[in-house]
């Protein structure tokens, strides 16, 4: 079977630690030309190599994630502009108005290079990163894959908690996290009461919808705050107990937590939550 091509691809051994593990397009007006014909916006980073610390650890951590990465190279056209350079680099930075030895900043452009979103800087880990590269999407009137939205949700800071009670967690975690907006669960127990722990995303179902919702379902008898010390997470046996053994290698925690909610109900929904790679 062949594989898709972002997949076999491997970056150049020549290739430095500030840029991570993306496959770069060099030449902006390539990139430009490339995104014309495909209809993915550019990822224009702009960063300094050889670079400081803090721009070694952002290609080292946040350009190296596999799914990350995977993103960069399936979503968008991948331009890399040294900003301590001369040349087509420097005129690429005089057309931006980018300070050369800078840190680096990313910017999400247009097939005919105007900025999608207004430039940010000191965008350093993977979460502010993807919130962005959504939103790009969202400007640029691409549809935003599954599985990409559930990764910013799982990388966010804006996840909040909430501990509902049933009579069964394998049910609870199966019955919730179906429930769009919620991002991961977890099986425990609170005194003797089994519970599910959500973390859930705000921004996508409120804290009394998302009750509403449970409750509809038969899978909220009581709704607790953990915070009292009294909650105990459940044997790892008991965890994304519908995966029934089944592999959890190279998943995420909030893609487990999909996978097990609808595995035995839909394999198409659970596959949404799957990138391609994964597959």
């Known amino acids: 079977m062949k594989l898709p091509s972002f997949v076999s691809r491997r970056p150049p051994l020549t290739q430095s630690i500030e840029t991570g593990t993306v496959r770069w397009q060099r030449d902006l007006d390539a990139a430009l030309a490339e995104s014309e014909a495909q209809g993915r916006p550019v990822f224009a980073l702009f960063q300094e190599v050889p670079g400081c610390a803090g721009c070694q650890q952002f290609g080292a951590d ?21 900003n301590n350079a001369e040349g ?34 000191r965008v350093w880990e993977t979460g502010p990163l993807l919130t962005r590269m959504v939103t790009a999407l969202h400007a640029a009137g691409r549809a935003v894959p599954d599985h990409l939205l559930l990764l910013e949700q799982e990388h ?22 179906q429930i769009d907006g919620v991002v991961t669960t977890e099986a425990g127990f609170l005194d003797t009461a089994e519970v599910t722990v959500v973390r859930y995303d705000p921004e996508r179902i409120g804290r009394e919808e998302l009750i509403a919702d449970a409750t509809r ?27 029934g053994g089944g592999s959890t290698v190279g998943f995420t925690p909030a893609q487990l937590t999909k996978r097990n909610a609808f595995v035995r109900t839909s394999a198409a929904d659970a596959d949404r939550f799957v990138f391609p790679s994964q597959r």
């Open 156 to 177: 966010s800071d804006r996840l909040e908690e909430l501990v509902v009670a049933q009579g069964c967690f394998w049910v609870g975690e199966s019955q919730l996290g």
């Open 62 to 82: 946040v350009l190296s994630d596999p799914l990350v990465v995977e993103v960069i190279e399936t979503e968008f056209i991948p331009l890399l502009i040294h």
């Open 217 to 243: 379902r038969g899978v909220a008898s009581a709704v607790f705050d953990r915070s009292d010390g009294r909650y105990r997470r459940a044997p790892e046996s008991d965890q994304k107990r519908q995966l």
């Open 88 to 121: 087509p680099d420097a005129d690429v930075l005089a057309r931006y108005g980018e300070p050369a030895w800078n840190y680096q900043v990313v910017r999400f452009l247009d097939a005919v290079g105007v900025d999608l979103i207004p430039r940010r800087d």
